[in-house]
């Protein structure tokens, strides 16, 4: 089992988490909370508050915790890919891609690294969504003090099924889109590169950008009932569960909820998306 698989995907995964967390902050705030008039008046409320360090809010956590998340969706990927058409990654460029395997091998990643994801991105979520800025003298401090103090906060209010809280939304989100992900990357790659040359740097942005938008045009419905579950239960819980929460948010907020930071999804899916793959593909050419 390549190991390089592993670390390749670890450090491309921090580096695109970097570049996209900002806009990664004003998605969940737009989804979860009710008091902007839009992506602008988000921006703007965030700054005047807590200053640029707002947006930064709940990166800690991610950039540790990518090392096992990141790692464990490419190197499922490739493995999966492995197994299920007996070719490695570099003998994958010098033939036609099988679609289905890809899919499949993509959904399996997807739904592996969900369930370690679950815990880290409610964290996540959890420290985005406060809006207050940093305790000064005389200011009441944040409900949580950072990652550590949230997830033990979590645990000690909501027991240990409340750090999987969402979970069932997140495997629902990331299965079929992250197949839906390397299907998009390996096929574009393959036609931008039909002449039989490896791929280069300009294939790998394209193909690596367009994969994240496709894919995240698919995940956002329910990215935003995922979204929408993390944070219940933080003072009364709203939702009996997943189905719950979608009935209720489509009737109070019409189906035009379920796209709610669509834009933005769209807008960080590229450059984030396109980073990691190169990322990805030029750290695999070192470590092999």
């Not at 965030?46 to 998340?69: D, H, N, W």
């Not at 027991?159 to 989100?173: I, S």
């Not at 496709?214 to 995922?226: G, Q, Y």
């Not at 819980?237 to 948010?249: F, I, K």
Request: aromatic fraction near 12%; include cysteine.
């Amino acid at each position: 089992m390549p190991v390089e698989e592993f670390v390749a995907g670890w450090i491309s995964g921090a580096a695109g988490l970097i570049l996209g967390h900002p806009l990664d902050t004003v998605k969940v705030r737009l989804q979860t909370q009710n008091v902007y008039r839009g992506i602008v008046d988000c921006v703007i409320k965030t700054y005047q508050r807590e200053s640029v360090l707002g947006f930064f809010k709940g990166m800690s956590f991610p950039i540790c915790s990518v090392a096992v998340v990141n790692s464990v969706l490419f190197g499922t990927y490739s493995n999966s890919l492995l197994l299920l058409s007996s070719t490695s990654h570099q003998d994958r460029k010098a033939q036609p891609p099988n679609y289905g395997h890809i899919f499949v091998a993509g959904s399996i990643a997807g739904f592996v690294q969900a369930y370690c994801l679950a815990p880290f991105d409610l964290i996540k979520v959890r420290l985005q969504n406060q809006t207050e800025p940093r305790a000064r003298p005389g200011v009441a401090p944040s409900h949580y003090r950072g990652p550590l103090h949230c997830a033990r906060t979590i645990l000690r209010e909501e027991g240990p099924r409340g750090l999987f809280r969402g979970a069932w939304a997140l495997v629902l989100r990331d299965t079929p889109s992250l197949g839906l992900y390397f299907l998009t990357y390996e096929g574009l790659s393959w036609w931008l590169t039909s002449d039989g040359k490896e791929r280069g740097s300009a294939t790998m942005l394209v193909a690596g950008g367009f994969a994240g938008i496709i894919s995240w045009v698919v995940a956002t419905p329910l990215d935003v009932v995922k979204a929408r579950m993390q944070m219940d239960g933080l003072k009364q819980q709203e939702y009996r569960g997943l189905l719950d929460c979608m009935v209720s948010s489509a009737r109070q907020e019409g189906p035009g909820v379920f796209f709610r930071g669509l834009t933005l999804n769209s807008a960080r899916a590229f450059p984030v998306n396109a980073v990691t793959f190169f990322s990805y593909e030029h750290l695999l050419r070192f470590l092999s």
